[in-house]
């Protein structure tokens, strides 16, 4: 069985570290949940160091900024570090070999917030039949799901363009209701035969960068938390570090709980074989 802790306090003497996942643990989308500003500050007074480490497909500028309009204070944690800026690096430098092929010319499906993304690099925004590749960054609309992209995808394979995703996540929770993200689209592309290339949890490659980041080499004293089993505590494991699981975010559905309920812990259990995944603990909601 998974143990199910209280708060972060029953086991925060183990770590000196915590990467922190942003939607489903530190807010749902559209406002913090309660107490984590005080839970933050609990983590800050016990000597911990936070990094915020988000699939979200935009700048960590732009995350530091919805954190402090959700009252977040920044000196609440330390670094931030998302799947947007990580696709950003990898624009930029070109050392990857698929990136490096990659043109100038981009068609960007996703919304016109995400577009820092790209919009200070050496990038053209063009339509789809000019395109040398797509960069996804999810959805323009939070109502669409991907068979609204389906014609988009249909001629980008046709023209046989790579795609670039700057969120691996599938789905979000948004006040209760599921919002498809940029993985489900790019999963789908990659389903039709399409070339993909992504950033972002559960490659550990972010892992590596979220512990430089935080100036902490030893991989036993970092602790994630995270909400999804398949992409934070996958790739937690696959980064080397331990992870807890907040059960009232992305699986509350799955677990039959609301937000701040214990789970069952059969069912907690039966959840985890199913995505192959143990986290060292459990708890409720991000609380100290």
Request: net charge negative; with cysteine.
């Amino acid at each position: 069985m998974i143990a199910q802790i209280a708060g972060l306090s029953a086991i925060a003497g183990r770590y000196d570290g915590f990467v922190l996942d942003l939607w489903g643990v530190i807010h749902d989308g559209v406002e913090a949940y309660p107490g984590v500003a005080g839970t933050l500050a609990a983590l800050r007074t016990a000597g911990k160091r936070t990094i915020m480490l988000s699939n979200a497909p935009r700048r960590a500028t732009a995350l530091i900024e919805q954190l402090t309009r959700l009252g977040i204070a920044r000196d609440l944690y330390d670094e931030v570090l998302s799947s947007g800026e990580a696709v950003h690096l990898e624009l930029e430098r070109r050392g990857d070999p698929v990136f490096a092929a990659l043109g100038d010319k981009l068609y960007h499906l996703g919304p016109e917030r995400d577009r820092n993304v790209y919009e200070s690099l050496p990038y053209r925004s063009v339509d789809l039949e000019s395109a040398d590749f797509v960069l996804n960054t999810g959805p323009v609309e939070v109502s669409e799901t991907v068979a609204d992209y389906q014609p988009v995808l249909d001629r980008a394979l046709a023209r046989r363009l790579p795609m670039v995703s700057a969120n691996p996540d599938h789905v979000v929770i948004r006040q209760g209701k599921r919002i498809t993200c940029a993985g489900a689209i790019a999963d789908r592309y990659a389903d039709m035969g399409g070339q993909v290339v992504q950033r972002g949890k559960p490659d550990p490659a972010i892992y590596e960068v979220a512990l430089a980041a935080l100036g902490i080499a030893d991989k036993a004293r970092v602790c994630a938390v995270g909400d999804a089993l398949h992409t934070d505590i996958r790739g937690a494991r696959a980064g080397g570090i331990d992870a807890v699981l907040v059960t009232g975010g992305i699986h509350a559905e799955e677990l039959g709980i609301e937000w701040g309920e214990t789970a069952d812990p059969a069912r907690l259990a039966e959840l985890a074989r199913h995505h192959g995944e143990t986290p060292v603990a459990a708890i409720p909601k991000f609380v100290w």
